[in-house]
């Protein structure tokens, strides 16, 4: 890091490590961390472009992503909660790239996560001439058009067919959204059922691909979300006690398939609450608990109040998170995020 000033410095570790410390930022609470990480990178895309710097298209890839992870990651932590997505966050149209493995998987993830901006800040009517609806339109186009274009000629080569798969599977997340937002702001009762039915199978579209996803060597670590993620989010944006069960099952699978990450375990916490367990949502507020650092900026994350209170539910016996509630065992916050820094130096 001596020459961290020079763009061209050990491009590929220097600033690769810097999308991993953005989001491990995010994972162990020191968000103000992740913000530093993240207005690095845009410094650095300023000075690049400023000098016509040859490697300014590999710079963009990994900003588009830590740019996405500022919705997915943080915004997106409290959504559950609010219901909304903050003004100040901006949801514009990704930078249209050449198709290729990391560009076309880069594109969508942007996409995806900016269309996702675009439905819970905006709430887009049903009405096709609707400034807010043609915008998530464009969203919607761009993520299909990136999902046509790459990967899917030949399900035999491993690497692209997956990157085809993961972009499909990001079309249905964010039609899944739309029709969830529609249903709720629906107000004749046939429609408004129509058209949950409708966002829970494009959410049941979105698993169903993870579910058979097999990445290979080359596979990005981590997904920009995971499908089941969402649709736990969804499950609990109803505020349905019904319908509790059904999300601690989805933040289960989407912990099962991308590891413990602190929107699943809160995830899992706000369910049992939402189940009338106050017990095993304590349980679950401490091992969000044990992912923060000791570093982290505590009261100023907006879930801390909820996570105080949550730790002081139900003073009887302790319950304990078990394997058979489909979560990794407990290692420490640091070890997952540690992990995924190591794998890519």
């Keep these: 890091y001596g020459l961290a000033g020079d763009e061209s410095c050990d491009m590929w570790n ?19 961390e992740a913000k530093v990480m993240n207005t690095r990178m845009s410094n650095s895309i300023a000075s690049v472009a400023a000098k016509q ?25 409290m959504l559950p909660q609010t219901q909304l997505i903050g003004a100040a966050m901006n949801c514009t149209n990704p930078e249209g790239l050449a198709p290729g493995f990391w560009t076309s ?41 990136v ?16 990157i085809h798969k993961v972009n499909i599977m990001h079309v249905a997340m964010l039609d899944a959204a739309d029709f969830f937002v529609q249903a709720q702001d629906a107000i004749n009762s046939d429609s408004k059922q129509s058209l949950f039915t409708q966002a829970w199978a494009h959410a049941e579209n979105a698993t169903s691909i993870e579910d058979v996803l097999v990445p290979v060597a080359d596979s990005p670590t981590i997904l920009f979300m995971s499908a089941h993620e969402l649709y736990g989010m969804l499950l609990l944006m109803t505020r349905d006690k019904a319908k509790a069960a059904m999300a601690s099952v989805a933040f289960a ?72 509630d489909g979560c990794w065992p407990n290692l420490g916050g640091l070890m997952l995020p540690l992990f995924l820094y190591l794998a890519h130096l």
């Design 253 to 324: 699978k989407a912990r099962s398939r991308q590891g413990p990450q602190l929107a699943t375990r809160l995830g899992q916490a706000r369910a049992k609450k939402l189940a009338g367990l106050p017990c095993e949502a304590k349980a679950w507020y401490k091992e969000v608990l044990a992912m923060m650092d000791q570093a982290s900026d505590k009261a100023e994350l907006p879930f801390w109040a909820e996570l105080q209170q949550g730790l002081a539910m139900c003073q009887s016996v302790p319950v304990a998170v078990s394997q058979a």
């Design 14 to 32: 220097l600033y690769h490590s810097l999308e991993y410390l953005q989001f491990t930022g995010y994972q162990i609470g020191r968000w103000k």
């Design 105 to 145: 998987y880069t594109e969508s993830g942007a996409a995806l996560a900016h269309g996702l901006c675009q439905v819970f800040k905006y709430r887009p009517p049903v009405d096709k001439g609707n400034p807010q609806r043609v915008a998530l339109s464009a969203f919607r186009a761009q993520c299909v058009e």
């Design 53 to 77: 710097h040859p490697q300014l298209a590999y710079l963009k890839l990994w900003f588009m992503r830590m740019d996405a992870r500022v919705i997915l990651d943080m915004a997106f932590v």
């Design 147 to 162: 999902a046509g274009e790459y990967g899917g000629e030949d399900p035999t080569k491993l690497s692209p067919w997956y």
